[in-house]
């Protein structure tokens, strides 16, 4: 198993450009995230899935769109790149545990995007 | 309160020594905790789930006071390789939080 896989590993944009940031896992995995972590900060979720064409509002969704159209990927779109969304992107996936509960989140190795 | 908040440290101990990081948690209804690490630039990794009853992974010792409402994460006898950072993480709502993490360097 690959696990989460991320594409690209590093990407630099100017500024108004768009881009997709590219999440799969071959894990069967009904959850998936986007967290993005700026230097020296926490992770802060930008959008989550519970599932296949169910997508939810993270803690920091402006300036960014998702989709998920199959339980393995989890595309992650930037319109109109700004500076301030310099930034590592993770992708993580989980599986869904019964009562409420949550497992053990797995992770991509990120994005690194750079906006100029 | 915060939702999850850590010490941010950095916590800099001697190789060989104790060292224990706690974590408190705002909602009282959580009922998912645990201790990821993650290394410079790399991506967060799940070090150990945190039981109700408290439970050991050789050097890591996990304990939960749900009274108080902390987290904490016990690590004995350090490694140089334990330098990292480590990450609380509660289910306080849909998904789990993270909490920004305790920088830990061991020094030889």
Not at chain 2, 10 to 20: I, L
Request: glycine share 8%.
């Amino acid at each position: 198993n690959a696990g989460v896989t991320q594409t690209p590993k590093f990407r630099i944009l100017k500024i108004g450009q768009s881009m997709t940031l590219q999440c799969a896992q071959d894990m069967n995995h009904n959850y998936m995230y986007w967290y993005r972590q700026d230097p020296g900060m926490g992770l802060k979720l930008i959008y989550y899935s519970v599932g296949a064409g169910i997508t939810d509002k993270g803690e920091v969704p402006n300036g960014y769109n998702v989709s998920r159209s199959t339980t393995e990927d989890f595309p992650l779109r930037l319109e109109l790149a700004a500076p301030s969304q310099t930034s590592v992107y993770f992708c993580a996936s989980s599986p869904r545990l019964a009562g409420g509960a949550y497992n053990e989140q797995f992770f991509g190795p990120g994005t690194r995007l750079t906006v100029l | 309160r915060k939702e999850v908040e850590q010490d941010p440290g950095p916590f800099n101990v001697p190789e060989g020594a104790t060292v224990a990081f706690n974590c408190t948690y705002s909602n009282s209804a959580s009922q998912s905790f645990f201790w990821y690490r993650q290394d410079c630039r790399k991506e967060p990794k799940l070090l150990m789930s945190v039981y109700s009853s408290g439970n050991e992974d050789g050097r890591f010792t996990a304990q939960l006071n749900r009274a108080s409402q902390y987290i904490s994460l016990l690590i004995r006898d350090s490694k140089l390789s334990d330098s990292a950072t480590y990450l609380c993480v509660v289910n306080i709502r849909t998904p789990l939080v993270f909490g920004k993490g305790t920088r830990l360097s061991v020094i030889a």
